[in-house]
């Protein structure tokens, strides 16, 4: 299993970027979808949310800014981040994770840092 993210990079305040996480080695179309990022110094937390039928969940902090997204057909997640703040500087990680019976399959991709300077 991987999830490849990517899109990370240095933005100025107010800019925008696009993440991408591609997924292999699993039936992604049945995977419920996250990205989380960690802070310098900080536990990691959850951004958004997607579910493997397109319901979507954000974190206070950036509904109205960032967009969570999936191509089922690609096998990617995406997430537009718009009006980025200095406080979205971090490490970003998509996550995914479905049932399976009893067994609860859950998988983490490397990040992909994303630095806003004001």
């Known amino acids: 299993v991987q999830l490849q993210a990517s899109g990370g990079g240095l933005v100025q305040a107010g800019g925008s970027l696009r993440l991408s996480c591609a997924a292999s080695g699993i039936i992604f179309s049945m995977y419920d979808m996250g990205w989380y990022r960690q802070a310098p110094g900080k536990e990691r937390e959850l951004v958004a949310t997607i579910t493997s039928g397109g319901m979507s969940n954000y974190a206070d902090s950036v509904k109205g800014r960032f967009t969570i997204s999936r191509d089922n057909a690609k096998n990617t997640l995406y997430l537009q981040m718009n009006s980025l703040k200095p406080e979205d500087t971090a490490v970003y990680y998509c996550?995914?994770?479905?049932?399976?019976?009893?067994?609860?399959?859950?998988?983490w991709g490397k990040g992909t840092l994303v630095t806003v300077s004001s």
């Open positions: 996550n995914g994770e479905r049932r399976l019976g009893g067994t609860r399959l859950n998988y």
